[in-house]
């Protein structure tokens, strides 16, 4: 590895049975906030996103709508799952998709690698599979003869196909997560994969026959490639997996891998915490230094999914609340790694308490006062203020529970900043001050240190919200009179009296407007 390793984070790829819904941008806005603020810190940052493409499930859905599933996949991608990561302004590097001829090509080679070195054999598999998940069953996983998860009848598959010998990793994968707890968090996911390694994990299926919408197995192409062993290669081959070091690719690969984290729905963590580390373990290539797996919305205390007419629409909820509070709520609302309900009620009271009056009056009450006391220009600098050292303590916090994936921690950090400034203004009563000419340089340092405030929360806030901060950033003439916020760093926004006297205040646009009533 060398010293200036991107840090790489992946959302796992994205079935096209269907259009997006609040549970997939869940994982995907999370994904977005953590790498804007590793970026923010001044990292070399390498965010991936994609979609998963092959298998039983997206085929059936393209046939049922009278497509073929490449031109179903396109269609999907094109006009649902890239324009809504758009609308939700997520900045990810590269967007993947799992029948690009890049990731098929290192598909075929990493399995036939594994095949030379005596990982692979044939042998019968017979046993139920649910489409829904993708997945191989046990009889005890199963209710009623169907899946828990999606409620619908397994299917029962009976094959000559490929085997990968996932058992003899198994000793090795216990070491891993006993010793080294963080590359497995939160505890409780960690504690449920160790307790299925040690109930004992059979060798694993890796191709099908029956049907033809995957990767040819390169040595048998009447066989395609299971689905979940070629999505799970999506993370090292969009990164250049196996190629030559010297070329552009091997170079990317270097430069990235190995992955720092896997976020994924807890549905898909022993996938990613058994299946994956052990087909990079058998290719002797590091595996990613951390899974973490959040928890599920979940609507009526079921698992939002679309198949159970449950999924919500990201656009419901932005058209109505706007595209940086849906960021926000999610993430302050349920603590990362638990399950939680999606209420219209709450998002309306937060948004309400919390988005408009808490920072989106502070900074409209500011630029107003600065606007009518002092000529729209921002008052001297101040050495200090009582506000500085709990910024300073804000910072630190922040930092540390956005870096530990608690973004709940992080962003009541953050809000509890803006609390304080508001109340900071409130004893002040700069509108008090104001009617007493003796007091001017009171009432400017009142407003400076104000002002200073709204300057370091633009910049917190950045990553969670980008469009509103930039607004206020903009309002504060900070664009100008310190340069663009993307370029502002962590590190630096405690450092007391950045913005300089008579940077021009704008009263801009409010930052969150009365919600309409519905
Ligand atoms: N294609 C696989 C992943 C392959 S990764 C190599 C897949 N796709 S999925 O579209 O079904 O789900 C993708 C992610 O969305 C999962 O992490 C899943 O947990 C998440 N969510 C789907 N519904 C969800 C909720 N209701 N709530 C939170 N996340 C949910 O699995």
Redesign the pocket.
Known sequence: MSATKDFYLST????VNDAP?I??A??TVAGDVLTRWHRQKGEGVWFLTGT?EHGQKVMNTAEKNGSTPQAWCDRLVEEEWKPNWHHLNIANDDFIRTTEERHMVRVQNFLQGLKDQGFIYSAKYEGPYCIGC?EFKLPGDLVNNACPVHSIPVEMVSEENWFFKLSAFVPQLIERYRNHPETCEPASARNEVLSFLEGGVTDLSISRSTFDWGIPVPWDTKQVIYV?FD??L??ATAVGLGDDPDSEGGKKFAKTWPADVHL?????LR??AVIWPAMLMAAGIDVPKKIFA?????VGGE???KSKLTGIAPRDITDHFGVDAFRYYFLRAIPFGTDGSFSWEDMGARYTSELANDFGNLASRLTAMIEKYCGGLIPAPTQSSTLAPTLAATVTAADAAICALDFQGGINSIMEFCKRVNGYVTENEPWAIAKDDSRKAELEDVLYNTAESLRALAVLLHPIMPETSEKLWFSLGADISIGEISAQRISDVANWGQLPEGSAVTKGAVLFPRLEEK
Do not use: C, Q, R
Request: aromatic share 22%.
């Open positions: 796992p790829i994205y079935y819904h549970g997939h869940y994982t998963d993708e979940w999505a799970l999506n993370y994924v729905g807890k549905d898909i996938f990613h959040h928890g599920w919305l979940l698992k939002m999914s």
